[in-house]
Nanobody, 123 residues
Framework: QVQLVESGGGLVQAGGSLRLSCAASGGTFSGYAMGWFRQAPGKEGDLVAA????????YYADSVKGRFTISRDNAKNAAYLQMNSLKPEDTAVYYC????????????????WGQGTQVTVSS
């Protein structure tokens, strides 16, 4: 059983930056692909970014390409999402998730989820 805890959310003005962290425990972190999802009020959740187990392969949603960067530190059992040039439409609850798959883009393929952290971008 893997436990995931996100941190780093908050309120930021448009154009600002935030760095989300996801601390993992209870499993072999390097054995999981990691993803960051977000869900805005009244909308379905979407995959924002994902990274393979070894960190060599990444996926980004078109809406965040060039602005967000996913990373991981397997020695620290942690994943990160650096978010730059934030826009009001980035406002959402952000969740990190772990998958035994290679680089899944479907939420259904993720086995463990954190509790989420709120990101609010003001205009």
């Amino acid at each position: 059983q893997v436990q995931l805890v996100e941190s780093g959310g908050g309120l930021v003005q448009a154009g600002g930056s935030l760095r989300l962290s996801c601390a993992a425990s209870g499993g072999t972190f390097s054995g999981y692909a990691m993803g960051w999802f977000r869900q805005a009020p009244g909308k379905e959740g979407d995959l924002v970014a994902a990274m393979s187990r070894n960190g060599e392969t990444t996926y980004y949603a078109d809406s965040v390409k060039g602005r967000f960067t996913i990373s991981r530190d397997n020695a620290k059992n942690a994943a990160y999402l650096q978010m730059n040039s934030l826009k009001p439409e980035d406002t959402a609850v952000y969740y990190c998730a772990a998958s035994r798959g290679w680089l899944p883009t479907s939420a259904a393929a993720y086995d463990y989820w954190g509790q989420g952290t709120q990101v609010t971008v003001s205009s």
